[in-house]
DNA sequence: TGACGTCACTTGTCCTGACGAGTTATGAGT
DNA sequence: ACTCATAACTCGTCAGGACAAGTGACGTCA
């Protein structure tokens, strides 16, 4: 590199480099880069060094790469997704949650059985290998084409104890919320918010670009005596989607206390 | 490689190889994978194409790689970091939202005036370049050493109209929260979860290892006339942390409506 | 015994060279 | 004017080589 010496290896020297120069506006939003072989003569280093500092600046997720054409600017726009809850205390004690959002379900769900692993296993309060049904559903958001995974994890000594549940595990969510309402349940929620990268199936069935995180929203369904009845899992892309929580009090509720972070 | 032809290129083959490996068992979460060299000589590759085929891995998260001692399967351990959100509503009305972790403060806050940006204004309802008094803290869990990166943003004109906001704007999110409360403001809170990949600074100020999303929370306080006064921004890497929202209707609440993902 | 230097291992960086594959503009032929 | 093959660009893949830098074990020397 002609350039003044940074910290660290030549290749990140060049990526700092280019960083700058997309933070500083000399690239815009959407414009393409200049080309490996344009990048090589600049810094005067091998295209090696130019592909490493690429692959750095893909991985920060602030350029895209596109096989034949150049590198471009990711634009930063706000996700298209955005999942509500709602946590309303309207009048009569009722209780509200809510989407905001129309799903279509571009196929048909599938539905298997399967067996719990140690990780849903744990969120059922349930061992490893105990029976369950499970129904994979690929929604879409026909607004914009954002995609979302959707798996409903019900195990068998649940689906056993509901009428017409066991014959039919491919419902909706809210249907299989009414039947254990119907049952005598008293219904609770918990929501479990984490975020990792995605596995190649996961890529490619939501259609991610590059050091595109997904997030993954488990929802499980508690029932009288607060056990877990069901577990739902939501997938999607966390360039498009986000998760918003509404925390209502009433006019009454003015009094509130503990940490808060 | 001396296996069967997958689809995709010599490095992606390797990796699937790697990768079942790894899913199957034959390396345990923990457990040292083959050298460099060994993997050469096990797939008859060339070494660019091993390390291309590590570099897929370890943008998956899958694995990690340390200089001079070599890859290892990464842990996929439950989250050291749980932040509860609890919304009861138990007897009298009464409104509770809590967090479950004991934060430590390392430094001391970070305090200065700035102005908001094209993204904050737009969640406190206000333009770009308003004059706004920020508060950078860095998290500790003492317990697993874990950090956030915590982020108060509160606009001049809400500090102004609140007694001894102004002049110590670097209060603790309750202590803030009570104020505005003795201010006659009605509060509620609304919580957006997003995810994405570090920025560098990011990285290094949350000790981030490979392919790890940060989490970003970003809770704004509304007061009366739905008024949004503050902004709270948490900032924390996704292979810790993990966000829990309880949904709790009391004993007379069985009714529920609407659509539910 | 203890301290320390050396060496063999690991991954990191950087180079040269070559060809494959996708995209687009150019221009010849119809 | 239109079609379509070609060429010239782009990034993707793969080879082989060389040296730097981090790690840990081993053996030597005090």
Not at 21 to 39: D, K, R, V, Y
Not at 162 to 173: G, K, N, Q, V
Request: net charge negative; proline share 6%; hydrophobic share 40%.
């Amino acid at each position: 590199m002609s350039e003044i010496q940074r910290p660290g290896a030549l290749y990140q020297q060049v990526a700092a480099a280019i960083r700058e120069a997309i933070l500083s506006g000399e690239f815009t939003a959407g414009a393409p880069l200049p080309s490996e072989t344009q990048l090589i003569a600049r810094y005067q280093v091998s295209r090696p060094t130019v592909r490493n500092a690429i692959a750095a600046l893909r991985a920060e997720g602030l350029i895209e790469v596109r096989h034949g054409k150049g590198s471009f600017v990711r634009t930063t726009g706000t996700p298209a997704l955005t999942i509500n809850r709602r946590v309303t205390r309207s009048r009569g004690g009722q209780f509200t949650s809510a989407d905001g959002i129309e799903w279509t379900t571009a196929e048909a769900p599938a539905v298997f059985r399967s067996h719990t692993t140690q990780a849903t296993g744990a969120l059922l309060g349930l061992d490893a290998e105990e029976a369950v049904f499970v129904c994979d559903r690929l929604l879409t958001d026909p607004a914009t084409g954002t995609r979302a995974l959707h798996r409903t994890t019900i195990p068998f000594e649940v689906a056993e104890g509901i009428d017409t549940l066991a014959e039919a595990p491919d419902r909706e969510p809210d249907a299989i919320y009414a039947l254990l309402s119907e049952a005598g349940h008293t219904l609770w929620w918990s929501e479990t918010v984490r975020a990792r990268m995605p596995l190649p199936d996961e890529r490619t069935a939501l259609q991610l670009p590059d050091a595109t995180p997904v997030m993954h929203l488990a929802r499980i369904t508690h029932g009288t005596d607060d056990r877990p009845l069901i577990l739902e899992e939501l997938r999607a892309g966390a360039d498009r989607a986000q998760l918003v929580y509404r925390i209502t009090a009433d006019k009454a509720a003015a009094t509130r206390s503990s940490r808060n972070a």
